[in-house]
C-alpha cells in the first residue's frame, strides 16, 4: 500500500523543545497539505505545498512553525519551543486534483 | 475557523438500522467531501460531490448536495457495528486556489451490535 505516511505517530516532548514530524506522500501527487487537529474539532488547515513550493501559510501557523517540501516528494514540519497548546494530531494530505487522502497524523503531547 | 456544521454531533443507532447525518456550510463551494475517522487515527476519504452535482452513491453511501440551502446529507444504509466512527464534512470552498478543505467539528456514530 502507498497511501501516505507520517513519521513518528506519537511523539511527547517538554515544553520549550523543538519538535519535527514528517510526511511521505503518495508518490504521483503534487499537491500537500499539513493540518491541526484539537480534541473534539475537524482538522484545521495549516499550509500548502504544490510541489516544492510553499503557496499558503494559515494565521495558525505561527513564526514557530515552519513547514518545507525541498524536493517535491516528503515534507517536513518543525515546531520550534513548543508549547502546551501545541498538543494535537497533526496531519498530512496529499493529493493530484480533487480528493485529498490523509496519512495516520502525528500525535504531539507537550508537557 | 470551521466551515461547516455537522448535525446532530451525535448519533446512536442499532446496527441494521440507517443513519443519517447532515451538515451545512456557510460560503459558496467547490466541491464537498465526507470524511470518516476512527478513534485517534487519521482521515478516510469516503465520497466527493461537486457543486453541480444533486446526489451520489458509494456503496451503501448516499450523499445528497443543496447548495441554495448551503447544505449536505450523508446516509449510511444498513449500518454495521464497524461503522462506528466519527464523520466529518469538508468544503473546498469556490475561487479557492489551493482546495484547501475547511472541516466541521464532525458527528459521532456509535453502531450498537
Known amino acids: 500500500d502507498t497511501g501516505v505516511s507520517q513519521d513518528p505517530r506519537h511523539k511527547i516532548t517538554k515544553r520549550g523543545q523543538n519538535v519535527t514530524f514528517r510526511c511521505d506522500p503518495i508518490?504521483?501527487?503534487?499537491?500537500l497539505y499539513w493540518y491541526r487537529q484539537t480534541l473534539g474539532q475537524g482538522p484545521e488547515f495549516l499550509t500548502y505545498?504544490?510541489?516544492?513550493?510553499?503557496?499558503?501559510k494559515s494565521r495558525l501557523l505561527s513564526d514557530r512553525f515552519s513547514a518545507e517540501r525541498p524536493k517535491g516528494s516528503f515534507s517536513t514540519l518543525e515546531i520550534q519551543r513548543t508549547e502546551q497548546g501545541d498538543s494535537a494530531m497533526y496531519l498530512c494530505?496529499?493529493?493530484?486534483?480533487?480528493?485529498?487522502?490523509f496519512g495516520p497524523g502525528t500525535r504531539l503531547t507537550v508537557l | 475557523s470551521q466551515q461547516g456544521e455537522e448535525d446532530p454531533q451525535a448519533l446512536s443507532i442499532q446496527e441494521g438500522e440507517n443513519a443519517t447525518m447532515n451538515c451545512s456550510y456557510k460560503?459558496?463551494?467547490?466541491?464537498l467531501q465526507w470524511y470518516r475517522q476512527n478513534s485517534g487515527r487519521g482521515l478516510v476519504h469516503l465520497i466527493l460531490i461537486r457543486s453541480n452535482e444533486r446526489e451520489k452513491h458509494s456503496g451503501r453511501l448516499r450523499v445528497t448536495l443543496d447548495t441554495s440551502k448551503k447544505s449536505s446529507s450523508l446516509l449510511i444504509t444498513a449500518s454495521r457495528a464497524a461503522d462506528t466512527a466519527s464523520y466529518f464534512c469538508a468544503t473546498d470552498a469556490l475561487g479557492g486556489a489551493n482546495s484547501k478543505l475547511t472541516f466541521g467539528k464532525g458527528i459521532t456514530l456509535s453502531v450498537r451490535p
Open positions: 494530505a496529499s493529493s493530484s486534483a480533487n480528493t485529498q487522502y
Open positions: 460560503t459558496s463551494i467547490n466541491n
Open positions: 505545498f504544490q510541489n516544492e513550493a510553499q503557496l499558503e
Open positions: 508518490s504521483e501527487h503534487n499537491r
